[in-house]
């Protein structure tokens, strides 16, 4: 996986891809997270901003990633926790 291209999420199942952010959003209504491609002013090098979100639209949880694998990592783990949580609530 391409350390610093989003559009390779695009061949996954339940991702989306668009500009500079890509959606991973496996159930429809339900969670989702979103990872944008960034330059931090305050950094040399780009990060990707990862966002966990409510199927109301309010982002719950966000972190900062350095490679397009870790921010997928991070974003189906925390849409899976989401969805399990749910089903044994």
């Given at each position: 996986?391409?350390?610093?291209?989003?559009?390779?999420?695009?061949?996954?199942?339940?991702?989306?891809?668009?500009?500079?952010?890509?959606?991973?959003?496996?159930?429809?209504?339900?969670?989702?997270?979103?990872?944008?491609?960034?330059?931090?002013p305050s950094r040399a090098s780009e990060r990707f901003h990862d966002a966990l979100v409510s199927p109301a639209g309010a982002a719950q949880h966000t972190q900062f990633a350095v490679t397009v694998g870790e921010a997928r990592r991070v974003a189906e783990g925390w849409v899976r926790g989401k969805q399990l949580r749910s089903e044994n609530a």
């Amino acid at each position: 996986m391409a350390d610093d291209d989003l559009s390779v999420l695009a061949d996954r199942p339940g991702w989306t891809v668009e500009d500079e952010r890509a959606t991973y959003k496996p159930a429809p209504g339900g969670w989702f997270a979103r990872v944008s491609h960034v330059k931090l002013p305050s950094r040399a090098s780009e990060r990707f901003h990862d966002a966990l979100v409510s199927p109301a639209g309010a982002a719950q949880h966000t972190q900062f990633a350095v490679t397009v694998g870790e921010a997928r990592r991070v974003a189906e783990g925390w849409v899976r926790g989401k969805q399990l949580r749910s089903e044994n609530a």
